[in-house]
């Protein structure tokens, strides 16, 4: 005799879902568990461990629809339902379903590719249809944008088919230093120099050398005199800060004017 069969029907339909939800949560706990450790190495750095970090978040979502999967025909078995019938018809039905979510299913495909082709990972900065953030969700069906204002855009997989992936190799900081006319450009490109060698190695995230390119352009009040250092991705701007700081302080020192927009006007008679 089994253990429930003295339980009365009516309350077999309750307690046994129960059972099966609990039974179905221990099990994607432990599997999840398991994931986690397998999926999270101490040695990975960088992109292999955001890599790792977005195939394990893809694997639970998958892992965590099958169990709910065998859960769900466990509960309409217990209620007296046919699941052999069911299974048996999911040739048919999954046509039917296919048919009916179309989109559905070109998430998870393009979810899965996005995964295998390695377009962009949690952690990356992408920019879809002019919003520009982080990735902080990847799953089957949605990808979520997080932008630096804290607003989060949800995407169906399937409409990202143009990105642009900030995070695949390193940014350039480019700064552009508006200095007056009345400068020598001989002086004022051994001033850049000098300033440069002084601030070597100390720019935050750099992964090069500070490189002045040197006389850029002419605009109405300014020679535009150009500055660029390699980063490390996204960290341009933080490195941009540093360096217009640090070269209008060497310029200051050296008694070369920066410009300002300024506007001459003449009194005709």
């Known amino acids: 005799m089994k253990i429930f069969d003295i ?33 999270k190495p101490a040695k990975l750095k960088g992109h292999q461990k955001q890599r790792a970090n977005t195939i394990r978040i893809v694997i639970l979502n998958i892992i965590k629809y099958i169990i709910g999967a065998f859960v769900l025909l466990a509960i309409l078995a217990n209620f007296g339902i046919n699941v052999k019938s069911i299974v048996a018809g999911l040739g048919i039905t999954t046509a039917i379903i296919g048919l ?22 949690v952690g990356d900065t992408i920019e879809y249809d002019g919003f520009m ?17 804290g607003a ?10 143009t990105v642009i992936n900030y995070s695949l190799h390193d940014s350039l900081a480019i700064i552009d230093l508006g200095i007056s006319y009345e400068e020598n450009p001989e002086k004022v490109a051994v001033a850049l120099e000098e300033i440069k060698n002084e601030i070597e190695g100390k720019v ?66």
């Open 133 to 149: 953030g982080e990735v902080v969700f990847l799953g089957l069906k949605t990808t979520r944008i997080r932008d630096y204002k």
């Open 7 to 39: 339980i009365p029907i009516d309350i077999k339909h309750i307690i046994y879902p129960v059972i099966y939800i609990i039974i179905g949560i221990i099990c994607y706990k432990i599997v999840k568990k398991i994931i986690n450790q397998a999926l």
């Open 204 to 269: 935050p995230n750099a992964t090069g050398e500070i490189q002045v390119w040197g006389l850029d352009e002419f605009e109405d009040s300014t020679m535009k005199y150009r500055i660029v250092v390699e980063t490390k991705p996204n960290e341009q701007y933080g490195a941009q800060r540093f360096l217009r700081s640090e070269f209008k302080k060497g310029l200051d020192k050296r008694h070369i004017k920066v410009s300002y927009p300024q506007i001459e006007v003449h009194n005709g008679k």
């Open 100 to 121: 009916a979510f179309q989109d559905l299913a070109k998430d998870f495909i393009a979810g899965i590719s996005i995964i295998t082709e390695n377009q962009f990972e």
């Open 152 to 161: 989060t855009k949800i995407i169906a997989n399937h409409k990202l088919d």
